[in-house]
């Protein structure tokens, strides 16, 4: 189904190759050099990711240039060729490569696979989604899968790594939501009381968990959920209790991981990955409708902050720098 009018331009960021540079522009751009796909949007929001810093500040993540960053979007279908969706929906996108394979949600419009998309949930809006975003569905999907493991609050403290960030936030504030006890890993000392306002009741320093290096160590976590990696995780690996889970979601320390099979073999560890780019669309609408009902907007305004798109330049260096903890929305149309 189709509107009887549609824009002829439409606005983005985007980025592009300046001789051996990369740097992000703004540019009015015809309607036609969006890319394929049955679902046309009109954009309203989207989110500030670690991703989106790497691709504004020309970090290389970017597969091709020019291109849109913003791995996540939320507006107003105008047109859908395939007839799932009519004029007027109001949908959400998160993952498929959007902002990194393809045009993504930094511009007032976008045009993408209807398979992609799921339809925002009743009694929500645009500006919610995107405070949730792909940090609080990928720390949704961490929580539904240390669940599906087995993991219960009468089994121990919980483990959240990289704490104050956008997923470890979320994850917080979900896992309390559920009845567990969360302990909360940070290098950010000073971030402690908004910690314990999420729903942390024991804050770790940020080296407490590299310094575990031996196999197996004392048993502490009923389950973890690490937004790190490298040394963090392997030491909250090796401190799992018997028959936990550490739900795995985050690079921020890199992309090692130095540890044994002991955890797995001698307590029964399961780790677990979570990937939030391709989750199945029954998965994806699942963890939607729970966010819904267990995050509400109420419950997000402490951790959320609203900047508009002419902003993200300037924000993109502070979130690679740890300078931003919670959930930025960015309004496209400031």
Known sequence: MTTSTLPDTYRALRVIQDGDERRAEFQTLPLSELPDGEVLIEV????????????????????????TPGIDLAGTVLEDRSGTYVPGDAVILTGWGIGEQQDGGYATHARVKADWLVRQPAGTDASWAMSVGTAGFTAMLAVMALEDAGVRPEHGDVLVTGAAGGVGSTAIALLAHAGFTVTASTGRTEEETYLRELGATNIIPRDELPALTRPLEKERWGG??????????????????????????????????????????????????????????PRRQAAWKRLALDLPASRLASVTQTRGLSEVTELAPQILAGQVRGRTVIDVNA
Request: proline share 4%; hydrophobic share 40%.
């Open 224 to 281: 973890v959920v690490d937004t790190v990696a490298g040394e963090t995780l392997a030491g909250a690996y090796a401190s799992t209790r018997t028959h936990g889970a550490v739900a795995v979601c985050g690079i921020a320390s890199g992309i090692g991981l130095k540890t044994t099979v002991f955890p797995l073999i001698l307590r029964g560890v399961s780790l677990l990955g979570i990937d939030s780019v391709t989750c199945p669309q």
């Open 44 to 67: 309203s929001h989207s989110s500030l990711n670690y991703k989106d810093g790497l691709a504004v500040t020309g970090k290389g993540i970017l597969r091709q240039l020019p291109m």
